[in-house]
Structures are given as structure tokens and as C-alpha cells.
């Protein structure tokens, strides 16, 4: 019997506190993200989502606080050795090279082991075996017709949608997503969501997103933060309706 499958929560946080010099940017979160989820955390400028997502992701050690990843302690796990795990952030390891094409950033990416350096000196044989499982990637992010253009040629939104197919190479079970939408034009946004649903299936997702109408579209879960703790925690329907959430939140104008 699969034990880490039985385990309806993949992350589990508790008392997760971040001082700085004596601020504390997060206070005493406990979170808990469900298997095969998409869960967003949102919040005002300055609630402590970003440095909530930084010790999750473990590029931020927490003062205080334990998380565990599939009933694992990964509270002092560095973050490499996390993404092995199965938890990885798009673009903590997928940066793109420009000048290279599409096809053959997703290649580099899919012939990467986590911790250690590209392949440069592999010859371009043993490269084009990756071909097809690049191509089903690109098909997977709409990226295919790009292929044989150069990164640097993307427009935004598709530079974006390459470091998510990058990401994918490594097979993630949970996928961390750092303001995915952010930037981009409304068809872009669009288009971004679509992917993020498309790629959610099998997998669990956290996001850092500041567009509630793409957090409406898409999460399972919301967990809204307001000066470092939870302010409330629920799917749309309930979170938006949150007095306190409104005044805190909504009220400034972005919940359009």
C-alpha cells in the first residue's frame, strides 16, 4: 500500500515564524496544503506571503516552526535536496537560456539530475533521444509551433510558459508557483491560467497570486494572510465574502 498517498495533506506547516531583526514577517502559520490541490496564498502588500512562500520553499530558513513534506521533517532540508522530494519552485532551477532554442532548453532541462551541473559535453545523438518527451512537454505548456525559435524570441507570457515546461522536466509532484500571472496582459493571463489548470492534474499546486480573478478561477483553497498571520482560510466563495477579509484585501481595490 502506497503509506505517502494515504497522507491527505503533502505540506504541512506549523508554527512557521520568519523574524528579521526582530520583526516578524510571519507569526506562528500553520498550513496545511492537500494532495492534488491547487492552493493560493493571498494577502496585501506587506502580509508575509512572499516570505511564507520562501520558507516553504526553503530558500528562507523559519526562526520557529517545523514543515513537512509527505510526513517528512524537511524543516532544515536544503532546497535541492527538497525538488528530489518531489517539491519544486518553477524558476528556482529552470532559468532559460536565450540563445538557445525552446526545444533545446527543454532538452537541457530533461537531461538534468537536481544538484548537478548540464550536460554540455553530451553529443547531439544522445540529446535527440530526448526529443520526444521535449516535444510532449512543449504540447503540454501550447509551445510546440515555438519550438525552433530562440528563448530570447518569447514574448512574456510563452518565456513564462518555457520555465514551467522546465520545471515539469523534473517531474515535481508538488509545484510552487511565485506570482505566475505577474506582468503579463489580459490574454496572457488568460492563457497562463489555463496552463496552470492543464499542469495541476496529478499534481498539487501552491501559488503566490495577486490577480483574484485568476485565484477565483483556479484554487481549491485560499489561505489569506494579513501582517504575517492568517487572516482566514476557505475556498472563494467563503473567503471573499470575509468582512474582515474585504477591509484588509479586497477593499484596496483589487478584487476586480
Known amino acids: 500500500m502506497d503509506t505517502v498517498s494515504d497522507v491527505p495533506y503533502i505540506v504541512e506547516a506549523s508554527g512557521l515564524t520568519k523574524e528579521f531583526k526582530g520583526f516578524a514577517a510571519?507569526?506562528?502559520?500553520?498550513?496545511?496544503?492537500?494532495?492534488?490541490?491547487?492552493?493560493?496564498?493571498?494577502?496585501?502588500?506587506?502580509?508575509?506571503?512572499?516570505?511564507?512562500f520562501n520558507l516553504i520553499t526553503k530558500f528562507l530558513e523559519p526562526t520557529r516552526g517545523t514543515i513537512r513534506l509527505n510526513g517528512k521533517d524537511i524543516t532544515r532540508t536544503p532546497p535541492a535536496d527538497v525538488a528530489r522530494l518531489g517539491m519544486v519552485r518553477s524558476f528556482q532551477i529552470s532559468a532559460t537560456f536565450p540563445h538557445l532554442t525552446v526545444l533545446e532548453n527543454v532538452r537541457i532541462a530533461l537531461q538534468r539530475p537536481i544538484g548537478n551541473s548540464f550536460h554540455f559535453w553530451k553529443s547531439e545523438t544522445s540529446l535527440d533521444a530526448l526529443n520526444d518527451r521535449a516535444?510532449?512537454?512543449?504540447?503540454?505548456?501550447?509551445?510546440?509551433s515555438y519550438a525552433k525559435h530562440l528563448a530570447v524570441e518569447l514574448p512574456y507570457g510563452r518565456k513564462r510558459a518555457l520555465e514551467?515546461?522546465?520545471?515539469?522536466?523534473?517531474?515535481?509532484?508538488?509545484?510552487?508557483?511565485?506570482?505566475?500571472?505577474?506582468?503579463?496582459?489580459?490574454e496572457?493571463?488568460?492563457?497562463?491560467?489555463?496552463?496552470?489548470?492543464?499542469?495541476?492534474?496529478?499534481?498539487t499546486i501552491l501559488m503566490v497570486e495577486h490577480n483574484l480573478s485568476v485565484v477565483s478561477d483556479l484554487s481549491d483553497m485560499i489561505t489569506v494572510l494579513a501582517r504575517g498571520e492568517i487572516l482566514t482560510e476557505g475556498p472563494y466563495s467563503e473567503v471573499s465574502k470575509n468582512p474582515q477579509v474585504v477591509e484588509a484585501y479586497m477593499g484596496t481595490g483589487g478584487a476586480h
Open 26 to 52: 510571519v507569526k506562528n502559520v500553520d498550513l496545511r496544503i492537500r494532495r492534488h490541490t491547487i492552493h493560493a496564498l493571498i494577502g496585501p502588500n506587506g502580509a508575509g506571503k512572499t516570505t511564507c
Open 135 to 144: 516535444m510532449a512537454l512543449l504540447a503540454d505548456v501550447d509551445l510546440i
Open 164 to 186: 514551467i515546461a522546465t520545471t515539469l522536466a523534473l517531474e515535481p509532484e508538488m509545484l510552487l508557483l511565485d506570482e505566475p500571472t505577474s506582468g503579463m496582459g489580459r
Open 188 to 203: 496572457d493571463i488568460a492563457r497562463t491560467a489555463d496552463l496552470i489548470k492543464r499542469v495541476s492534474e496529478g499534481r
